[in-house]
């Protein structure tokens, strides 16, 4: 049981108990951002923020910029996404959940690729080109780019790109020594399925009425 435990939480034992205390946190927020996003709610996005915060923190002090880049640019994009989905007009959402356009996806290709490449010039410049993780650190930055950008502007498909960026981050954050991360895009993985099926669901009532 000990072996169980020291392989998963290991890591730790040489962390600060506040760097501890505010990764938990930051899980937690960072649950209830998913969790209200699977549900269309507008809380999405000061729960994101809060957690966001934390880990821009933490990481930064970590060293693992890439990650870092990503919190940050979730915190600007859930201001916009905030200030999108408050519009309303005779009490329904001037911008309800739908597919993207072919305008939209030629944006999330080139905000993929401007990612790939944005991120790959960071990692070059601050000499941290060093470690297989950055590749994968690569490609996920710019897949959760993409996501994010979409669900601001309440895109069904931001959960693809969730699933796919969650599914690649479980090992990722767990091989990088962070369990409690880990565990919680494993979470992600799940919650974002269900919120692709509640979506989905949604968006064909809608056609239907």
Excluded: C
Excluded at 53 to 70: A, H, P, Q, T
Excluded at 94 to 114: A, D, G, N
């Amino acid at each position: 049981m000990n072996q169980i435990f020291d392989f998963l939480f290991g890591q730790y034992a040489e962390s600060s108990t506040l760097d501890v205390t505010l990764e938990i946190i930051a899980v937690i927020f960072g649950f209830l951002s998913v969790w209200y996003s699977k549900q269309n709610k507008i809380w999405v996005f000061p729960t994101g923020m809060i957690s966001t915060s934390i880990f821009v923190y933490l990481l930064l002090k970590w060293g693992l910029l890439g990650d870092m880049m990503i919190n940050g640019y979730y915190f600007i994009m859930s201001v916009y996404g905030w200030y999108i989905w408050a519009q309303t007009k005779d009490g329904e959402a001037v911008h309800p959940i739908s597919r993207t356009t072919l305008k939209e996806k030629k944006i999330s290709v080139f905000i993929f690729i401007t990612t790939l490449i944005f991120v790959y010039v960071i990692y070059v410049t601050f000499d941290k080109w060093t470690n297989w993780t950055a590749y994968v650190d690569t490609i996920t930055t710019a897949i959760f780019f993409v996501g994010m950008w979409l669900m601001a502007r309440r895109k069904i498909e931001n959960w693809i790109y969730w699933i796919i960026g969650d599914i690649i981050s479980v090992p990722l954050y767990f091989y990088k020594g962070f369990t409690f991360t880990s565990f919680q895009y494993l979470i992600f993985t799940f919650i974002a399925i269900q919120g692709y099926i509640a979506w989905k669901k949604s968006l064909d009532n809608t056609k239907l009425t």
